[in-house]
């Protein structure tokens, strides 16, 4: 299974990305997905997941309102729609799958970095 994320990049506080990852070796629609960030010293933090039993979302709360997870299974890709950008969410952002038995995340991508600064 392979995960490959896009769409980072530099943009001027309050703007706005969105960030791609495709997957290929399997069936999106088999797995839970989420997306994690790491900024430079400090640990990674959940962004935002998105359910596959009940299709719930959770959210970071500093994220809450801003940020949308989704996933399009018929083109195997998980989207992360960032909006209003702080200068905060600075940071390599990664995609993420869970099987359905597995507590923690299984498959990872490579990442992509956001920075957000004027």
């Known amino acids: 299974l392979r995960l490959e994320e896009s769409g980072g990049g530099l943009v001027q506080p309050g703007g706005s990305l969105r960030l791609s990852c495709v997957v290929s070796?399997?069936?999106?629609?088999?797995?839970?997905i989420a997306w994690f960030r790491q900024a430079p010293g400090k640990e990674r933090e959940g962004v935002a997941c998105?359910?596959?039993?009940?299709?719930?979302?959770y959210y970071l709360d500093s994220v809450k309102g801003r940020f949308t997870i989704s996933r399009d299974n018929a083109q195997n890709t998980v989207y992360l729609q960032m909006n209003s950008l702080k200068p905060e969410d600075t940071a390599v952002y990664y995609c993420?799958?869970?099987?359905?038995?597995?507590?923690?995340?299984?498959?990872w991508g490579q990442g992509t970095q956001v920075t957000v600064s004027s």
């Open positions: 993420a799958l869970r099987e359905p038995s597995s507590t923690g995340y299984n498959y």
């Open positions: 070796g399997d069936s999106l629609k088999d797995y839970a």
């Open positions: 998105l359910n596959k039993r009940d299709a719930r979302t």
